[in-house]
Protein backbone atom coordinates (compact mmCIF):
# COMPACT_ATOMS: atom_id res chain seq x y z
CA UNK A 1 0.00 0.00 0.00
CA UNK A 2 1.53 3.42 -1.28
CA UNK A 3 0.83 6.10 1.46
CA UNK A 4 1.37 9.70 0.08
CA UNK A 5 1.94 13.07 2.14
CA UNK A 6 -0.91 15.29 2.17
CA UNK A 7 1.50 18.24 1.50
CA UNK A 8 2.03 16.78 -2.12
CA UNK A 9 -2.29 16.57 -2.97
CA UNK A 10 -3.32 19.55 -1.16
CA UNK A 11 -0.07 22.03 -1.56
CA UNK A 12 0.97 25.12 0.28
CA UNK A 13 -2.29 24.99 1.92
CA UNK A 14 -1.56 22.05 3.79
CA UNK A 15 0.00 22.74 7.34
CA UNK A 16 2.18 20.18 9.10
CA UNK A 17 2.32 20.03 12.43
CA UNK A 18 5.39 21.44 14.04
CA UNK A 19 6.34 21.78 17.82
CA UNK A 20 9.38 22.56 20.07
CA UNK A 21 9.88 20.81 23.18
CA UNK A 22 12.06 21.06 25.78
CA UNK A 23 12.62 19.06 28.84
CA UNK A 24 11.23 16.29 28.37
CA UNK A 25 11.77 13.06 30.38
CA UNK A 26 11.58 10.82 27.53
CA UNK A 27 12.30 12.65 24.32
CA UNK A 28 15.36 14.68 23.46
CA UNK A 29 14.92 18.23 22.83
CA UNK A 30 14.19 19.98 19.65
CA UNK A 31 11.72 20.33 16.88
CA UNK A 32 9.05 17.99 15.85
CA UNK A 33 7.33 17.77 13.06
CA UNK A 34 4.26 15.26 12.09
CA UNK A 35 3.93 14.88 8.63
CA UNK A 36 0.34 13.25 7.77
CA UNK A 37 0.10 10.40 5.01
CA UNK A 38 -2.25 8.55 3.53
CA UNK A 39 -3.03 5.70 1.48
CA UNK A 40 -3.34 6.59 -2.24
CA UNK A 41 -5.64 3.70 -3.38
CA UNK A 42 -9.09 5.29 -4.02
CA UNK A 43 -10.96 1.93 -3.51
CA UNK A 44 -9.77 1.26 -0.01
CA UNK A 45 -11.45 3.05 2.99
CA UNK A 46 -9.03 2.41 5.93
CA UNK A 47 -9.50 5.68 8.04
CA UNK A 48 -6.27 6.21 9.02
CA UNK A 49 -3.23 8.39 8.56
CA UNK A 50 0.65 7.72 8.66
CA UNK A 51 2.62 9.82 10.21
CA UNK A 52 6.17 10.74 9.78
CA UNK A 53 7.93 12.32 12.68
CA UNK A 54 10.66 14.50 12.43
CA UNK A 55 13.06 15.13 14.79
CA UNK A 56 15.48 18.77 13.34
CA UNK A 57 14.29 17.19 9.69
CA UNK A 58 15.47 14.00 10.36
CA UNK A 59 12.82 10.52 10.38
CA UNK A 60 12.61 9.21 14.04
CA UNK A 61 9.37 7.45 14.31
CA UNK A 62 6.55 6.73 12.17
CA UNK A 63 2.86 6.42 13.16
CA UNK A 64 -0.32 5.34 12.21
CA UNK A 65 -3.48 7.21 14.03
CA UNK A 66 -7.24 5.46 13.10
CA UNK A 67 -9.77 8.28 14.04
CA UNK A 68 -12.71 5.89 13.92
CA UNK A 69 -14.05 3.10 16.58
CA UNK A 70 -11.96 -0.26 17.33
CA UNK A 71 -15.27 -1.86 15.85
CA UNK A 72 -14.84 0.08 12.58
CA UNK A 73 -11.87 -1.39 11.88
CA UNK A 74 -12.68 -5.15 13.46
CA UNK A 75 -15.59 -4.95 10.84
CA UNK A 76 -13.99 -3.30 7.98
CA UNK A 77 -11.01 -6.08 8.20
CA UNK A 78 -13.47 -9.07 9.11
CA UNK A 79 -13.01 -9.53 12.45
CA UNK A 80 -9.93 -11.07 14.01
CA UNK A 81 -9.21 -14.60 14.72
CA UNK A 82 -7.14 -16.19 17.35
CA UNK A 83 -5.06 -17.19 14.80
CA UNK A 84 -4.59 -14.40 13.30
CA UNK A 85 -4.93 -11.08 15.35
CA UNK A 86 -6.14 -7.87 14.32
CA UNK A 87 -3.24 -5.28 14.45
CA UNK A 88 -4.70 -2.27 16.48
CA UNK A 89 -5.87 0.47 14.05
CA UNK A 90 -8.25 2.51 16.23
CA UNK A 91 -5.81 5.77 18.21
CA UNK A 92 -2.30 5.82 17.63
CA UNK A 93 0.37 3.45 17.62
CA UNK A 94 3.83 3.67 16.25
CA UNK A 95 4.40 1.28 12.82
CA UNK A 96 6.29 -1.64 12.46
CA UNK A 97 8.18 0.45 9.66
CA UNK A 98 9.15 2.90 12.53
CA UNK A 99 13.02 3.46 12.53
CA UNK A 100 12.18 4.12 16.48
CA UNK A 101 15.20 6.81 16.84
CA UNK A 102 13.69 8.36 19.82
CA UNK A 103 11.40 6.89 22.63
CA UNK A 104 8.59 4.91 21.08
CA UNK A 105 6.58 5.72 24.37
CA UNK A 106 7.70 9.41 24.28
CA UNK A 107 6.25 9.70 20.38
CA UNK A 108 3.06 8.13 21.50
CA UNK A 109 2.56 10.53 24.50
CA UNK A 110 3.53 13.79 22.77
CA UNK A 111 1.24 12.83 19.55
CA UNK A 112 -2.03 12.36 22.14
CA UNK A 113 -1.08 15.01 24.57
CA UNK A 114 -1.15 16.94 21.05
CA UNK A 115 -4.12 15.34 19.75
CA UNK A 116 -7.52 17.57 19.36
CA UNK A 117 -10.46 17.73 17.62
CA UNK A 118 -8.98 20.27 15.31
CA UNK A 119 -6.27 17.60 14.42
CA UNK A 120 -8.34 14.77 13.98
CA UNK A 121 -10.76 17.02 11.52
CA UNK A 122 -7.72 17.96 9.67
CA UNK A 123 -6.74 14.35 9.16
CA UNK A 124 -10.21 13.38 7.61
CA UNK A 125 -10.34 16.43 5.50
CA UNK A 126 -6.79 15.51 4.04
CA UNK A 127 -8.08 11.54 3.94
CA UNK A 128 -10.52 12.78 1.56
CA UNK A 129 -8.58 15.44 -0.29
CA UNK A 130 -5.63 12.62 -1.40
CA UNK A 131 -8.35 9.77 -1.89
CA UNK A 132 -10.41 12.49 -4.29
CA UNK A 133 -7.38 13.59 -5.82
CA UNK A 134 -5.88 9.71 -6.66
CA UNK A 135 -10.00 9.06 -7.85
CA UNK A 136 -9.31 11.43 -10.79
CA UNK A 137 -8.23 10.69 -14.06
CA UNK A 138 -4.86 12.10 -14.51
ZN1 LIG B 1 -6.05 2.27 2.52
Redesign the pocket.
Known sequence: ?EFIPAGEIIGAAHQVRTVSIKYSPLLPDGEYKFVDTY?A?PE???R?TMIEVLHNRKLVSILNYGWESAAFYENWMGGSTEDDPMPKMHGASIDITSPNLVSADGILELFNALLDDVWIAKFKRHYHEVKAAMSRPC
Open positions: MCDCDCK
